[in-house]
């Protein structure tokens, strides 16, 4: 089979492309090329595969191109993220919107010229849920709960679960869109997210930097590790049409954590030295954003599918530890 990952080169998309390369098959098939696509390359290693081929550039100018192409499958990750959305409106309509509208289009094409439905899996996010004065947002939300977004981000994304809906109604494509949870701890540097905060404050002082939290320690979300959205986006993607249920999306799991319990598993797993480098200042834009967003989520569409949260923080705190082994200097916090 051949497979798509647009944002192939970002975190969540390499770490899924590591994945399923080291699956070797997916929904029962071999994959025999797995074709990445980013503004940027590759890792090397991912590039040293022989299965791999690489796109670089604006997916949006791509798409032309990969009307030509057969794909059985595609993992849609390609996103501009949250904060830069809200900074840069038209920039997100671009590259969530317009992006998402060109691939669709794209896939249709070989549909309606006799190819079979490609199968593609959207990465949507939390962000479509938020506080509207008509519908006030509950407690939980859940995989019915109606979407009202209250940013650029979230509303793109919701945009493009409805086209991905009505594609696949038509026949076009075989869609599935897969909500995910503010993916943590991401390794590198802060990036223009509104959700960055949510790995820098564990990331950073692991390194032995200190970190600025611009929330209130009594902020809660519903996050996820990186692993778990992995499996997430396959079983997603090997999930039957009947087990999927409808054409609406769903919630990937969620641990649901304040803050401050963040913090608490920080210290519990690498002491209280490195807690001590967190400092809170509150930044009026973020925490907007953010007070915008669920602050709990559940998922019982995905846990028909076997898929099921971290048990707690300190396991994700962990998951990152394991994941740097190979680099020490992000660890350096640890005093080892």
Known sequence: ???LITGGAGFVGARLARAL??????????????VVADQAAPSADLCADARVE??????????EALRREPFDGVFHLASAVSGECEADFELGLRSNLDTTRALLDALRERTQAGAAPTRLVFSSSVAVFGPDAAVPMPAVVADDTLPTP????????LICEVLIADYTRKGYIDGRAARLMTV???????NAAASSFFSGIIREPLAGEEAICPVSPDVSHPVSSPQRTVDGLIAVYEASREAFVGRTALNLPALNVRVGEMLD???????????????FERDERIAGIVARWPQRASAARAARLGLQPEKNFEDIIRQYIADCAATP??????GR
């Open 1 to 3: 089979m051949r497979l």
């Open 21 to 34: 390369l080291a699956r070797g098959t997916l929904a029962g098939q071999r994959i025999d090329s797995l």
């Open 54 to 63: 690489t796109r670089v550039g604006p997916l949006l100018a791509q798409c």
């Open 150 to 157: 209250q940013t650029s981000y979230g509303t793109q994304k």
């Open 184 to 190: 943590t701890v991401r390794p590198g540097r802060p």
């Open 265 to 279: 598993a920080l210290e519990a797993v690498a002491g209280k030295a490195v807690r001590s480098r967190v400092r």
């Open 329 to 334: 200097q992000a660890l350096k916090g640890l």
